[in-house]
Protein backbone atom coordinates (compact mmCIF):
# COMPACT_ATOMS: atom_id res chain seq x y z
CA UNK A 1 0.00 0.00 0.00
CA UNK A 2 2.92 2.62 0.62
CA UNK A 3 4.32 2.38 -2.53
CA UNK A 4 0.65 3.78 -3.74
CA UNK A 5 0.00 6.61 -1.27
CA UNK A 6 1.34 8.54 1.35
CA UNK A 7 1.17 9.12 4.66
CA UNK A 8 -1.10 5.97 5.58
CA UNK A 9 -3.35 8.52 7.62
CA UNK A 10 -6.74 8.36 8.14
CA UNK A 11 -7.49 10.43 4.84
CA UNK A 12 -5.70 7.80 2.84
CA UNK A 13 -6.91 5.04 4.37
CA UNK A 14 -10.44 6.03 3.81
CA UNK A 15 -9.12 6.60 0.10
CA UNK A 16 -7.49 3.74 -0.16
CA UNK A 17 -10.59 1.65 0.59
CA UNK A 18 -12.36 3.29 -1.76
CA UNK A 19 -9.53 2.94 -4.41
CA UNK A 20 -8.10 0.17 -3.73
CA UNK A 21 -9.49 -2.16 -1.30
CA UNK A 22 -6.88 -4.68 0.37
CA UNK A 23 -9.89 -7.28 1.32
CA UNK A 24 -11.39 -7.26 -2.57
CA UNK A 25 -11.14 -10.01 -4.09
CA UNK A 26 -11.70 -10.16 -8.39
CA UNK A 27 -15.03 -11.49 -9.51
CA UNK A 28 -15.49 -15.19 -11.57
CA UNK A 29 -15.10 -13.94 -15.29
CA UNK A 30 -18.42 -14.31 -17.87
CA UNK A 31 -18.28 -16.36 -20.14
CA UNK A 32 -17.84 -13.02 -22.69
CA UNK A 33 -17.86 -9.52 -21.85
CA UNK A 34 -19.31 -6.98 -24.49
CA UNK A 35 -16.87 -4.67 -23.18
CA UNK A 36 -13.52 -5.08 -21.24
CA UNK A 37 -11.87 -1.44 -20.17
CA UNK A 38 -8.24 -1.42 -19.02
CA UNK A 39 -7.28 1.03 -16.94
CA UNK A 40 -9.81 2.78 -14.44
CA UNK A 41 -8.78 6.91 -14.47
CA UNK A 42 -11.32 9.22 -16.04
CA UNK A 43 -11.49 7.62 -19.73
CA UNK A 44 -12.04 4.03 -18.64
CA UNK A 45 -14.43 4.81 -15.83
CA UNK A 46 -17.06 6.87 -17.90
CA UNK A 47 -16.55 3.84 -20.88
CA UNK A 48 -16.90 1.05 -18.19
CA UNK A 49 -20.22 2.86 -16.67
CA UNK A 50 -21.89 4.30 -19.79
CA UNK A 51 -21.30 0.92 -21.08
CA UNK A 52 -22.75 -0.84 -18.02
CA UNK A 53 -25.76 1.90 -18.21
CA UNK A 54 -27.08 0.62 -21.46
CA UNK A 55 -27.09 -2.95 -20.97
CA UNK A 56 -23.76 -4.07 -21.89
CA UNK A 57 -21.84 -6.68 -19.90
CA UNK A 58 -18.47 -4.89 -18.63
CA UNK A 59 -15.38 -5.66 -17.38
CA UNK A 60 -12.69 -2.88 -15.83
CA UNK A 61 -9.34 -3.81 -15.17
CA UNK A 62 -6.55 -1.41 -12.87
CA UNK A 63 -3.53 -2.04 -11.56
CA UNK A 64 -3.32 0.15 -8.75
CA UNK A 65 -5.75 2.80 -8.04
CA UNK A 66 -9.43 3.91 -9.39
CA UNK A 67 -9.87 7.11 -10.48
CA UNK A 68 -5.66 6.94 -12.20
CA UNK A 69 -4.10 10.15 -12.90
CA UNK A 70 -7.01 12.66 -12.43
CA UNK A 71 -8.45 11.78 -8.94
CA UNK A 72 -4.95 10.50 -7.09
CA UNK A 73 -1.82 12.10 -8.28
CA UNK A 74 -3.23 14.89 -11.18
CA UNK A 75 -6.23 17.39 -11.41
CA UNK A 76 -7.83 16.60 -8.06
CA UNK A 77 -5.06 17.58 -5.27
CA UNK A 78 -2.82 19.97 -7.76
CA UNK A 79 -6.01 22.05 -7.80
CA UNK A 80 -6.56 21.70 -3.91
CA UNK A 81 -2.80 22.69 -3.55
CA UNK A 82 -3.61 25.59 -6.44
CA UNK A 83 -6.55 26.81 -4.08
CA UNK A 84 -4.56 26.69 -0.89
CA UNK A 85 -1.46 28.85 -2.51
CA UNK A 86 -4.22 31.11 -3.45
CA UNK A 87 -5.49 31.77 -0.36
CA UNK A 88 -1.81 32.26 1.33
CA UNK A 89 -1.43 34.92 -1.45
CA UNK A 90 -3.83 36.38 -0.83
CA UNK A 91 -3.45 36.66 3.04
CA UNK A 92 -0.06 38.06 2.43
CA UNK A 93 -1.01 40.86 -0.07
CA UNK A 94 -4.42 41.63 1.56
CA UNK A 95 -3.14 44.31 3.74
CA UNK A 96 -1.36 46.34 1.48
CA UNK A 97 -3.88 45.54 -1.37
CA UNK A 98 -7.10 46.15 0.76
CA UNK A 99 -6.86 46.98 4.17
CA UNK A 100 -7.23 43.74 5.24
CA UNK A 101 -5.71 42.33 8.75
CA UNK A 102 -2.20 42.08 7.96
CA UNK A 103 -0.94 38.42 7.88
CA UNK A 104 2.33 37.25 9.14
CA UNK A 105 3.93 33.66 9.91
CA UNK A 106 4.94 30.86 8.09
CA UNK A 107 1.58 28.94 7.56
CA UNK A 108 0.87 25.78 8.16
CA UNK A 109 1.76 23.31 4.83
CA UNK A 110 0.97 20.62 6.76
CA UNK A 111 -2.79 21.32 6.84
CA UNK A 112 -2.92 22.19 3.54
CA UNK A 113 -1.63 18.70 2.25
CA UNK A 114 -4.11 16.94 5.22
CA UNK A 115 -7.12 19.29 3.69
CA UNK A 116 -6.29 18.17 0.07
CA UNK A 117 -5.99 14.78 1.41
CA UNK A 118 -9.13 14.34 3.22
CA UNK A 119 -10.99 16.40 0.06
CA UNK A 120 -9.42 13.58 -2.49
CA UNK A 121 -10.93 10.95 0.34
CA UNK A 122 -14.44 12.22 0.42
CA UNK A 123 -14.46 12.85 -3.65
CA UNK A 124 -12.69 9.10 -4.60
CA UNK A 125 -16.36 7.63 -3.52
CA UNK A 126 -17.82 8.25 -6.87
CA UNK A 127 -15.00 6.44 -8.47
CA UNK A 128 -14.86 3.58 -5.92
CA UNK A 129 -14.72 -0.63 -6.48
CA UNK A 130 -18.00 -0.38 -4.64
CA UNK A 131 -19.46 2.15 -6.96
CA UNK A 132 -18.80 0.40 -9.62
CA UNK A 133 -19.92 -3.05 -8.72
CA UNK A 134 -23.15 -1.27 -8.21
CA UNK A 135 -23.10 0.38 -11.32
CA UNK A 136 -23.22 -3.72 -12.69
CA UNK A 137 -19.70 -3.36 -13.47
CA UNK A 138 -17.44 -6.66 -12.96
CA UNK A 139 -14.38 -4.98 -11.60
CA UNK A 140 -10.80 -6.57 -11.74
CA UNK A 141 -7.59 -5.49 -9.71
CA UNK A 142 -4.47 -6.03 -11.32
CA UNK A 143 -2.58 -5.89 -14.18
CA UNK A 144 -4.43 -6.45 -17.86
CA UNK A 145 -2.54 -7.85 -20.69
CA UNK A 146 -3.65 -8.76 -23.91
CA UNK A 147 -3.28 -12.65 -24.64
CA UNK A 148 -4.76 -12.80 -27.73
CA UNK A 149 -7.02 -10.46 -30.35
CA UNK A 150 -10.03 -11.02 -28.22
CA UNK A 151 -8.53 -12.49 -24.07
CA UNK A 152 -7.01 -10.38 -21.90
CA UNK A 153 -5.64 -11.62 -18.78
CA UNK A 154 -5.54 -10.22 -15.40
CA UNK A 155 -4.19 -11.71 -12.37
CA UNK A 156 -4.62 -15.25 -13.78
CA UNK A 157 -7.83 -14.94 -15.06
CA UNK A 158 -9.24 -14.58 -18.96
CA UNK A 159 -11.16 -12.08 -19.66
CA UNK A 160 -12.92 -12.80 -23.43
CA UNK A 161 -14.28 -9.82 -25.33
CA UNK A 162 -16.48 -8.30 -28.16
CA UNK A 163 -14.86 -5.24 -27.65
CA UNK A 164 -11.80 -3.85 -25.69
CA UNK A 165 -10.74 -0.21 -24.88
CA UNK A 166 -7.28 0.67 -23.72
CA UNK A 167 -7.39 3.43 -20.90
CA UNK A 168 -3.88 3.11 -19.80
CA UNK A 169 -3.12 6.65 -19.66
CA UNK A 170 0.47 7.83 -19.18
CA UNK A 171 2.89 8.65 -16.32
CA UNK A 172 5.76 10.81 -15.63
CA UNK A 173 8.86 10.35 -18.48
CA UNK A 174 12.01 10.33 -16.85
CA UNK A 175 14.90 12.70 -18.09
CA UNK A 176 18.34 10.96 -19.10
CA UNK A 177 20.75 12.93 -17.26
CA UNK A 178 23.45 11.53 -14.85
CA UNK A 179 22.49 11.58 -11.27
CA UNK A 180 18.96 12.45 -11.51
CA UNK A 181 17.75 9.05 -10.42
CA UNK A 182 20.39 8.87 -7.52
CA UNK A 183 18.71 12.13 -6.38
CA UNK A 184 15.19 10.19 -5.72
CA UNK A 185 13.61 13.43 -7.50
CA UNK A 186 9.61 13.46 -7.16
CA UNK A 187 7.29 13.93 -9.75
CA UNK A 188 3.56 14.15 -9.51
CA UNK A 189 3.19 10.90 -8.43
CA UNK A 190 5.35 11.68 -5.10
CA UNK A 191 4.72 15.56 -4.85
CA UNK A 192 1.21 14.98 -3.30
CA UNK A 193 3.03 12.85 -0.60
CA UNK A 194 4.86 15.35 0.67
CA UNK A 195 3.76 16.87 4.54
CA UNK A 196 6.55 19.03 5.11
CA UNK A 197 7.01 21.86 2.78
CA UNK A 198 10.99 21.99 0.72
CA UNK A 199 12.50 25.25 1.47
CA UNK A 200 14.63 24.99 -1.78
CA UNK A 201 12.23 23.45 -4.43
CA UNK A 202 13.50 22.85 -7.92
CA UNK A 203 11.19 22.02 -10.66
CA UNK A 204 12.61 20.46 -14.07
CA UNK A 205 9.74 21.48 -16.41
CA UNK A 206 8.17 24.34 -17.16
CA UNK A 207 4.85 23.18 -19.09
CA UNK A 208 1.65 23.04 -17.17
CA UNK A 209 2.48 20.67 -14.19
CA UNK A 210 5.94 22.26 -13.65
CA UNK A 211 4.13 25.92 -13.62
CA UNK A 212 1.54 24.84 -11.63
CA UNK A 213 3.49 23.70 -8.84
CA UNK A 214 6.15 26.15 -8.96
CA UNK A 215 4.00 29.10 -8.32
CA UNK A 216 2.06 27.39 -5.57
CA UNK A 217 4.98 26.15 -3.79
CA UNK A 218 6.99 29.75 -4.20
CA UNK A 219 3.40 31.05 -2.71
CA UNK A 220 3.83 28.61 0.17
CA UNK A 221 7.34 30.40 0.48
CA UNK A 222 9.70 27.72 -0.78
CA UNK A 223 12.33 29.03 -2.65
CA UNK A 224 11.39 27.80 -6.19
CA UNK A 225 13.67 27.16 -9.20
CA UNK A 226 12.40 26.15 -12.41
CA UNK A 227 14.52 25.39 -15.00
CA UNK A 228 13.78 24.60 -18.58
CA UNK A 229 15.56 23.40 -21.67
CA UNK A 230 12.95 25.59 -23.84
CA UNK A 231 13.19 29.38 -23.84
CA UNK A 232 10.11 29.98 -22.73
CA UNK A 233 7.13 28.85 -20.29
CA UNK A 234 4.09 26.97 -21.72
CA UNK A 235 5.44 26.72 -25.07
CA UNK A 236 1.97 25.30 -26.83
CA UNK A 237 -0.09 28.16 -25.32
CA UNK A 238 -0.43 32.16 -26.89
CA UNK A 239 2.96 34.19 -26.63
CA UNK A 240 1.62 36.94 -25.32
CA UNK A 241 -0.51 34.95 -22.69
CA UNK A 242 2.55 32.86 -21.50
CA UNK A 243 4.28 35.86 -21.50
CA UNK A 244 1.62 37.27 -18.69
CA UNK A 245 1.70 34.38 -16.89
CA UNK A 246 5.34 33.96 -16.40
CA UNK A 247 5.58 37.58 -15.12
CA UNK A 248 3.11 36.68 -12.38
CA UNK A 249 5.62 33.60 -11.52
CA UNK A 250 8.99 36.20 -11.50
CA UNK A 251 6.45 38.52 -9.19
CA UNK A 252 5.66 35.48 -6.82
CA UNK A 253 9.28 34.72 -6.41
CA UNK A 254 10.19 32.03 -8.83
CA UNK A 255 14.03 31.98 -9.79
CA UNK A 256 13.43 31.19 -14.34
CA UNK A 257 16.31 29.67 -15.39
CA UNK A 258 14.90 28.94 -19.31
CA UNK A 259 17.47 28.19 -22.41
CA UNK A 260 19.00 25.73 -19.82
CA UNK A 261 20.92 22.72 -20.88
CA UNK A 262 21.25 20.02 -18.27
CA UNK A 263 24.84 18.35 -17.27
CA UNK A 264 23.90 16.46 -14.43
CA UNK A 265 22.35 15.32 -10.55
CA UNK A 266 25.27 15.26 -7.81
CA UNK A 267 23.94 14.90 -4.11
CA UNK A 268 26.05 16.62 -1.34
CA UNK A 269 24.88 15.84 1.69
CA UNK A 270 21.28 16.31 2.07
CA UNK A 271 21.13 18.66 -1.15
CA UNK A 272 20.85 18.19 -4.16
CA UNK A 273 22.82 20.11 -6.48
CA UNK A 274 21.89 20.53 -10.73
CA UNK A 275 24.55 21.83 -12.76
CA UNK A 276 23.60 23.40 -16.12
CA UNK A 277 24.72 25.25 -18.77
CA UNK A 278 23.11 28.73 -20.49
CA UNK A 279 24.06 31.04 -22.69
CA UNK A 280 27.73 29.30 -22.22
CA UNK A 281 28.05 29.81 -18.68
CA UNK A 282 27.48 27.39 -16.15
CA UNK A 283 25.36 27.53 -12.99
CA UNK A 284 24.32 25.66 -10.42
CA UNK A 285 21.19 25.47 -8.08
CA UNK A 286 21.04 23.62 -4.88
CA UNK A 287 17.66 22.21 -3.96
CA UNK A 288 16.08 20.24 -0.83
CA UNK A 289 13.83 18.34 -3.15
CA UNK A 290 13.43 18.14 -7.19
CA UNK A 291 10.76 17.88 -8.83
CA UNK A 292 10.38 16.35 -12.43
CA UNK A 293 7.97 17.77 -14.53
CA UNK A 294 9.10 17.11 -18.13
CA UNK A 295 6.40 15.17 -19.91
CA UNK A 296 4.63 12.55 -20.39
CA UNK A 297 5.42 8.60 -21.21
CA UNK A 298 2.10 6.36 -22.30
CA UNK A 299 1.41 3.37 -20.44
CA UNK A 300 1.79 0.51 -23.11
CA UNK A 301 4.82 -2.21 -22.35
CA UNK A 302 3.04 -4.31 -20.01
CA UNK A 303 0.09 -4.29 -22.44
CA UNK A 304 1.03 -7.32 -24.86
CA UNK A 305 -0.18 -4.78 -27.69
CA UNK A 306 1.44 -7.80 -29.93
CA UNK A 307 -0.32 -10.80 -28.94
CA UNK A 308 -3.55 -8.22 -30.16
CA UNK A 309 -2.45 -7.00 -33.00
CA UNK A 310 -2.30 -3.64 -31.33
CA UNK A 311 0.90 -1.16 -33.18
CA UNK A 312 1.94 1.43 -30.77
CA UNK A 313 4.27 4.33 -31.80
CA UNK A 314 6.11 7.28 -29.68
CA UNK A 315 2.99 8.51 -28.58
CA UNK A 316 1.00 5.40 -27.44
CA UNK A 317 -1.25 3.32 -29.32
CA UNK A 318 -2.25 4.27 -32.98
CA UNK A 319 -5.99 5.22 -33.15
CA UNK A 320 -7.65 6.23 -35.93
CA UNK A 321 -9.70 8.98 -36.24
CA UNK A 322 -12.97 6.70 -34.57
CA UNK A 323 -9.71 5.63 -31.70
CA UNK A 324 -9.66 2.35 -33.08
CA UNK A 325 -6.69 0.38 -32.54
CA UNK A 326 -5.06 -1.56 -35.70
CA UNK A 327 -7.05 -4.36 -34.43
CA UNK A 328 -10.78 -3.51 -34.77
CA UNK A 329 -12.21 -4.95 -31.63
CA UNK A 330 -9.88 -2.84 -29.16
CA UNK A 331 -10.18 1.19 -29.24
CA UNK A 332 -7.90 3.33 -27.22
CA UNK A 333 -8.74 6.41 -25.37
CA UNK A 334 -7.05 9.20 -23.22
CA UNK A 335 -3.53 10.09 -22.49
CA UNK A 336 -1.77 6.79 -23.92
CA UNK A 337 -2.97 7.61 -27.47
CA UNK A 338 -4.24 11.33 -27.38
CA UNK A 339 -2.37 14.33 -28.09
CA UNK A 340 -4.53 16.57 -25.53
CA UNK A 341 -3.93 15.19 -22.22
CA UNK A 342 -6.50 16.26 -20.36
CA UNK A 343 -9.50 14.72 -18.05
CA UNK A 344 -12.19 16.29 -20.10
CA UNK A 345 -10.35 14.88 -23.41
CA UNK A 346 -10.55 11.54 -21.80
CA UNK A 347 -14.21 11.60 -20.82
CA UNK A 348 -15.13 12.88 -24.36
CA UNK A 349 -13.19 9.86 -25.99
CA UNK A 350 -14.73 7.62 -23.62
CA UNK A 351 -18.06 8.60 -24.61
CA UNK A 352 -17.07 8.31 -28.57
CA UNK A 353 -15.88 5.16 -28.14
CA UNK A 354 -18.91 3.80 -26.42
CA UNK A 355 -21.08 4.87 -29.40
CA UNK A 356 -18.12 3.34 -32.31
CA UNK A 357 -17.36 -0.03 -30.05
CA UNK A 358 -20.73 -1.00 -29.12
CA UNK A 359 -23.20 0.65 -31.72
CA UNK A 360 -22.02 1.47 -35.06
CA UNK A 361 -21.51 5.11 -34.76
CA UNK A 362 -19.03 7.29 -36.45
CA UNK A 363 -18.02 9.52 -33.99
CA UNK A 364 -14.65 10.92 -34.95
CA UNK A 365 -11.80 13.21 -32.47
CA UNK A 366 -11.52 15.33 -35.53
CA UNK A 367 -14.78 16.79 -35.21
CA UNK A 368 -14.25 17.77 -31.00
CA UNK A 369 -13.39 21.05 -30.14
CA UNK A 370 -10.87 20.61 -27.39
CA UNK A 371 -10.82 23.08 -24.59
CA UNK A 372 -8.17 23.73 -21.81
CA UNK A 373 -6.57 25.65 -19.06
CA UNK A 374 -3.47 26.02 -17.18
CA UNK A 375 -4.20 26.76 -13.91
CA UNK A 376 -1.43 29.72 -13.02
CA UNK A 377 -2.61 32.61 -11.89
CA UNK A 378 -3.49 34.04 -14.19
CA UNK A 379 -5.13 31.24 -15.91
CA UNK A 380 -4.54 30.65 -19.49
CA UNK A 381 -7.18 28.82 -21.33
CA UNK A 382 -7.03 28.48 -25.17
CA UNK A 383 -9.82 26.73 -27.25
CA UNK A 384 -9.67 25.79 -31.31
CA UNK A 385 -6.41 27.31 -33.25
CA UNK A 386 -4.03 30.00 -32.27
CA UNK A 387 -2.63 32.06 -34.85
CA UNK A 388 0.13 29.37 -36.54
CA UNK A 389 -2.37 27.04 -36.69
CA UNK A 390 -4.83 28.75 -39.23
CA UNK A 391 -1.42 30.02 -41.21
CA UNK A 392 -0.23 26.20 -41.55
CA UNK A 393 -4.12 25.26 -42.59
CA UNK A 394 -4.35 28.27 -45.20
CA UNK A 395 -6.84 30.06 -43.19
CA UNK A 396 -6.60 34.20 -42.95
CA UNK A 397 -7.76 35.66 -39.76
CA UNK A 398 -8.95 38.49 -38.08
CA UNK A 399 -7.44 38.69 -34.68
CA UNK A 400 -8.89 40.60 -32.00
CA UNK A 401 -7.24 41.35 -28.28
CA UNK A 402 -8.98 42.89 -25.71
CA UNK A 403 -7.21 43.73 -22.85
CA UNK A 404 -8.46 42.70 -18.91
CA UNK A 405 -7.40 46.34 -18.02
CA UNK A 406 -10.71 46.86 -20.18
CA UNK A 407 -12.84 45.43 -18.08
CA UNK A 408 -14.56 47.42 -14.85
CA UNK A 409 -15.06 43.85 -12.93
CA UNK A 410 -11.15 43.02 -13.25
CA UNK A 411 -10.32 46.80 -12.24
CA UNK A 412 -12.14 45.98 -9.15
CA UNK A 413 -10.85 42.83 -8.19
CA UNK A 414 -7.29 44.27 -8.92
CA UNK A 415 -7.12 41.20 -11.48
CA UNK A 416 -6.60 42.84 -14.56
CA UNK A 417 -3.58 41.47 -16.17
CA UNK A 418 -4.63 39.58 -18.93
CA UNK A 419 -6.78 39.71 -22.20
CA UNK A 420 -9.14 38.31 -24.20
CA UNK A 421 -7.79 37.10 -28.03
CA UNK A 422 -10.18 36.05 -30.48
CA UNK A 423 -9.48 34.31 -34.23
CA UNK A 424 -11.74 34.60 -36.78
CA UNK A 425 -12.27 33.62 -40.07
CA UNK A 426 -10.89 36.32 -41.72
CA UNK A 427 -13.69 38.70 -42.93
CA UNK A 428 -16.26 36.55 -41.36
CA UNK A 429 -17.12 36.32 -37.42
CA UNK A 430 -16.58 32.05 -37.32
CA UNK A 431 -14.87 31.85 -34.06
CA UNK A 432 -11.23 29.82 -35.13
CA UNK A 433 -9.74 30.19 -31.65
CA UNK A 434 -9.44 31.97 -28.63
CA UNK A 435 -7.35 32.33 -25.73
CA UNK A 436 -8.18 33.93 -22.46
CA UNK A 437 -5.76 35.10 -19.45
CA UNK A 438 -7.74 36.13 -16.66
CA UNK A 439 -8.42 34.69 -12.72
CA UNK A 440 -10.57 32.00 -13.76
CA UNK A 441 -10.22 32.01 -17.41
CA UNK A 442 -11.06 28.32 -17.17
CA UNK A 443 -14.37 28.97 -16.04
CA UNK A 444 -14.90 31.52 -18.95
CA UNK A 445 -14.04 29.68 -21.85
CA UNK A 446 -17.14 27.23 -21.77
CA UNK A 447 -18.82 30.17 -23.48
CA UNK A 448 -16.29 30.67 -26.72
CA UNK A 449 -15.92 26.55 -26.90
CA UNK A 450 -20.06 26.55 -27.31
CA UNK A 451 -19.72 29.33 -29.91
CA UNK A 452 -17.64 27.30 -31.74
CA UNK A 453 -19.30 24.22 -31.21
CA UNK A 454 -22.51 25.10 -32.06
CA UNK A 455 -21.03 27.74 -35.18
CA UNK A 456 -23.22 30.49 -33.75
CA UNK A 457 -19.84 33.34 -34.46
CA UNK A 458 -19.21 35.90 -32.29
CA UNK A 459 -21.84 37.59 -33.01
CA UNK A 460 -24.10 35.55 -31.12
CA UNK A 461 -21.74 36.60 -28.31
CA UNK A 462 -22.57 40.26 -28.94
CA UNK A 463 -26.33 39.60 -28.79
CA UNK A 464 -25.74 37.80 -25.16
CA UNK A 465 -26.85 39.98 -22.08
CA UNK A 466 -23.97 39.78 -19.93
CA UNK A 467 -24.19 40.42 -16.10
CA UNK A 468 -22.31 43.59 -15.22
CA UNK A 469 -19.82 43.54 -13.63
CA UNK A 470 -18.29 40.10 -14.31
CA UNK A 471 -14.95 38.78 -15.54
CA UNK A 472 -17.54 36.54 -17.78
CA UNK A 473 -17.95 40.36 -19.93
CA UNK A 474 -14.76 40.19 -21.59
CA UNK A 475 -16.45 37.69 -24.33
CA UNK A 476 -19.00 40.26 -25.21
CA UNK A 477 -16.28 43.13 -25.16
CA UNK A 478 -14.30 41.00 -27.68
CA UNK A 479 -18.06 40.40 -29.57
CA UNK A 480 -18.55 44.31 -29.59
CA UNK A 481 -14.81 45.11 -30.67
CA UNK A 482 -15.43 42.59 -33.62
CA UNK A 483 -19.03 44.70 -34.43
CA UNK A 484 -17.36 47.85 -34.24
CA UNK A 485 -15.41 46.28 -37.27
CA UNK A 486 -18.54 46.14 -39.52
CA UNK A 487 -18.78 50.46 -38.73
CA UNK A 488 -16.94 50.80 -42.50
CA UNK A 489 -16.76 54.30 -44.09
CA UNK A 490 -19.64 53.18 -46.18
CA UNK A 491 -21.81 51.97 -43.59
CA UNK A 492 -20.80 54.75 -41.57
CA UNK A 493 -21.44 57.48 -44.50
CA UNK A 494 -24.99 55.15 -44.95
CA UNK A 495 -26.20 56.09 -41.04
CA UNK A 496 -25.13 59.88 -41.88
CA UNK A 497 -27.40 60.03 -44.58
CA UNK A 498 -29.93 58.37 -42.15
CA UNK A 499 -29.84 60.60 -39.42
CA UNK A 500 -30.15 63.54 -41.66
CA UNK A 501 -32.83 62.25 -43.68
CA UNK A 502 -34.64 61.85 -40.05
CA UNK A 503 -33.50 65.10 -38.52
C1 LIG B 1 -0.19 16.95 -11.84
C2 LIG B 1 -1.24 16.82 -12.89
C3 LIG B 1 -2.26 17.73 -12.96
C4 LIG B 1 -3.25 17.61 -13.92
N1 LIG B 1 -4.23 18.55 -13.96
C5 LIG B 1 -5.20 18.46 -14.89
C6 LIG B 1 -6.26 19.39 -14.92
O1 LIG B 1 -6.32 20.31 -14.11
N2 LIG B 1 -7.23 19.24 -15.85
C7 LIG B 1 -7.20 18.21 -16.75
O2 LIG B 1 -8.11 18.12 -17.58
N3 LIG B 1 -6.21 17.31 -16.75
C8 LIG B 1 -5.21 17.41 -15.83
N4 LIG B 1 -4.22 16.47 -15.80
C9 LIG B 1 -4.23 15.39 -16.80
C10 LIG B 1 -5.22 14.27 -16.41
O3 LIG B 1 -4.92 13.80 -15.12
C11 LIG B 1 -5.13 13.16 -17.42
O4 LIG B 1 -5.30 13.69 -18.70
C12 LIG B 1 -6.19 12.10 -17.18
O5 LIG B 1 -6.05 11.52 -15.91
C13 LIG B 1 -6.09 11.01 -18.26
O6 LIG B 1 -7.04 10.03 -18.03
P1 LIG B 1 -6.86 8.56 -18.60
O7 LIG B 1 -8.11 7.84 -18.23
O8 LIG B 1 -6.47 8.60 -20.01
O9 LIG B 1 -5.60 7.94 -17.84
P2 LIG B 1 -5.14 7.89 -16.32
O10 LIG B 1 -5.84 8.86 -15.48
O11 LIG B 1 -3.66 7.94 -16.36
O12 LIG B 1 -5.59 6.44 -15.85
C14 LIG B 1 -5.01 5.29 -16.39
C15 LIG B 1 -5.18 4.14 -15.41
O13 LIG B 1 -4.77 2.93 -16.04
C16 LIG B 1 -4.10 2.11 -15.09
N5 LIG B 1 -3.28 1.15 -15.83
C17 LIG B 1 -2.18 1.38 -16.58
N6 LIG B 1 -1.75 0.24 -17.16
C18 LIG B 1 -2.60 -0.73 -16.76
C19 LIG B 1 -2.71 -2.13 -17.03
N7 LIG B 1 -1.87 -2.74 -17.87
N8 LIG B 1 -3.68 -2.83 -16.43
C20 LIG B 1 -4.58 -2.22 -15.61
N9 LIG B 1 -4.53 -0.90 -15.32
C21 LIG B 1 -3.56 -0.16 -15.91
C22 LIG B 1 -3.31 3.14 -14.29
O14 LIG B 1 -2.95 2.60 -13.03
C23 LIG B 1 -4.31 4.29 -14.17
O15 LIG B 1 -5.10 4.19 -13.02
C24 LIG B 1 -3.22 16.54 -14.84
C25 LIG B 1 -2.21 15.58 -14.76
C26 LIG B 1 -1.23 15.72 -13.81
C27 LIG B 1 -0.16 14.67 -13.75
Redesign the pocket.
Known amino acids: MSDLIQPLDEHNLRHLANVHPSAYVNPTPKARYHLVV ?8 VAAAAGAALGARVAL ?10 L ?4 V ?3 AVIRAARAWHEARHGAALFGAPAATGPGDFGAVMERMRRLRADMSRVDSVARFTGLGVDVFI ?4 FASPDTIE ?1 GGARLNFRRAVI ?6 ALLPMPGLAEAAPLT ?1 ETIFWLTTLPRRLLVIGAG ?2 GC ?2 AQAFARFGSQVTLANRGGRILPREDYDAAGIVEEAMLKDGVDLRLGSTFVEVRREGADRILVLERGGHRETIAADAILV ?1 AG ?1 SP ?1 VE ?2 GCDAAGVAKCARGVVVDDRLRTTNPRIYA ?4 C ?1 QH ?6 DA ?1 ARMVVQNALFFGGAKVSRLVMP ?2 T ?1 TSPEIAHVGMHAADAAKAGLEVDTITVPLEELDRAILDDANEGFVRVHLKKGTDRILGATLVAGHAGDMIGELALAITAGTGLGAVAGTIHPYPTQGEITRKAADAWRRTKLTPSVKRLFAAWFRLVS
Not at 142 to 145: M, P, V
Not at 341 to 346: D, G, R
Request: proline share 7%.
Open positions: IGAGPGGLIEKHLMGGDCNVGCPSKGTGRVATGARPNPIEMARNELIGDVSQFTHAAHWCY
